[in-house]
């Protein structure tokens, strides 16, 4: 099982901010990377570190982070970010141990 | 740019091994600060990572696959693999291979796995 916990499911209103969460020890001492992961497709990274978003990822989604939750954030959601949200971090431990999160489902209404 | 492509058999019979491997174009596996990694997903499951190899050898393995999983580099040939042994129906899911930027262009401090192969099923069925 996980150590690191996400919400199963989560749903936003089109054009409204949602807030997806992972919650972990290992968070205390180390940033999350947040990958969005749509039906049929592989993941694709959205948001990592403190302030990371890669190459050709809308800037509505931002990360932030607090104790041991870590937030990926998306501004004005649209009907394309309707997909499965992970999180994943370092174990811990701080061993090379990689942990993910158990998806969140969004929702887009 | 880099892209990651899995190739191997979609069908294993139980207690037999799986063998998947990673092809890497577009960019050498030896360049850069990168690990390689191995990811599977059940069907209508999460993520759960298995393991990822550095250029050099060096390699780490989720403990709940009870040492069954070997990942291995070739250089020359600019791909990495995957065995699993003694594999069950538990084993059946859609398996990735992705690239962990942390140590290289993503100095990030945590594993960032930026680019992922488009991913292979493979079923543990007799």
């Known amino acids: 099982s996980s150590e690191l916990t996400q919400d199963p499911a989560v749903s936003v209103a089109l054009g409204q901010t949602v807030r997806i969460t992972c919650q972990g020890d290992?968070?205390?001492?180390?940033?999350a990377s947040w990958y969005q992961q749509k039906p049929g497709q592989a993941p694709i990274l959205v948001f990592y570190?403190?302030?990371n978003r890669p190459s050709g990822i809308p800037d509505r989604f931002s990360g932030s982070s607090s104790g041991n939750t870590a937030s990926l954030t998306i501004t004005g959601a649209q009907a394309e970010d309707e997909a499965d949200y992970y999180c994943?971090?370092?174990?811990?431990?701080?061993?090379?141990?990689?942990?993910f999160g158990g998806g969140t489902k969004l929702t887009v209404l | 740019q880099v892209q990651l492509r899995e190739s191997g058999p979609g069908l294993v019979k139980p207690s037999q091994t799986l063998s998947l491997t990673c092809t890497v174009s577009?960019?050498?596996?030896?360049?850069?600060?990168?690990?390689w990694t191995w990811v599977r997903q059940p069907p209508g499951k999460g993520l759960e990572w298995i393991g990822y190899?550095?250029?050099?050898?060096?390699?780490y393995y989720n403990p709940s696959l009870k040492s069954r999983a070997t990942i291995s580099v070739d250089t020359s040939k600019n791909h990495f693999s995957l065995r699993l042994n003694s594999v069950t129906a538990a084993d059946t899911a859609l398996y990735y291979c992705a690239r962990d930027c942390s140590g290289g262009s993503c100095h990030s401090s945590t594993y960032t796995f930026d680019i992922w192969g488009q991913g292979t099923v493979v079923t543990v069925s007799s």
């Open positions: 190899i550095y250029h050099s050898g060096n390699t």
């Open positions: 577009g960019g050498s596996i030896s360049s850069g600060d990168f690990y």
């Open positions: 290992s968070l205390r001492n180390f940033y």
């Open positions: 570190g403190e302030n």
């Open positions: 994943n971090s370092r174990d811990s431990s701080g061993d090379h141990l990689v942990e």
